[in-house]
């Protein structure tokens, strides 16, 4: 199966985001914090990292810069999920190496999209 990690602090809409994710054949793994996140990637090498745009001790820039420069994890593609349509701070984060952005709230059909723009395509979800 193919793994994704979502760092996330608050539980908010994750069984959402579970569901749609279990449909493409993810496992999924939750990290609080970015830093924890980091400690997750060296453990368990995700396929896919989930990445919120505001994060209270590091910004996702910032994580995407350790992430890279330390080789932690291999080279997982990374979503930022961002709260608004940002294109600075999203045009920043990609520049740091994410692969693409969802804006929030995003529906199983756009994840689906995204998904298959970073090269996760599943035959199980309709397009």
């Given at each position: 199966m193919t793994h994704c990690l979502i760092i996330a602090d608050a539980a908010g809409d994750r069984h959402e985001l579970v569901s749609m994710?279990?449909?493409?054949g993810f496992t999924v793994e939750f990290a609080p914090s970015p830093e924890q996140a980091l400690l997750a990637c060296r453990r368990s090498r995700p396929d896919l990292i989930m990445l919120p745009d505001t994060m209270p001790s590091m910004s996702s820039v910032e994580f995407l810069h350790r992430l890279r420069r330390t080789?932690?994890?291999?080279?997982?593609?990374?979503?930022?999920?961002?709260?608004?349509?940002?294109?600075?701070s999203i045009g920043q984060a990609i520049w740091e190496g994410a692969a693409e952005c969802l804006v929030q709230p995003f529906d199983a059909d756009i994840?689906?999209?995204?998904?298959?723009?970073v090269g996760f395509a599943s035959s199980n979800v309709a397009a």
């Open positions: 994710l279990n449909a493409h080789g932690a994890g291999g080279d997982p593609a990374v979503l930022i999920c961002a709260s608004d349509a940002n294109a600075a994840l689906n999209f995204k998904l298959r723009q």
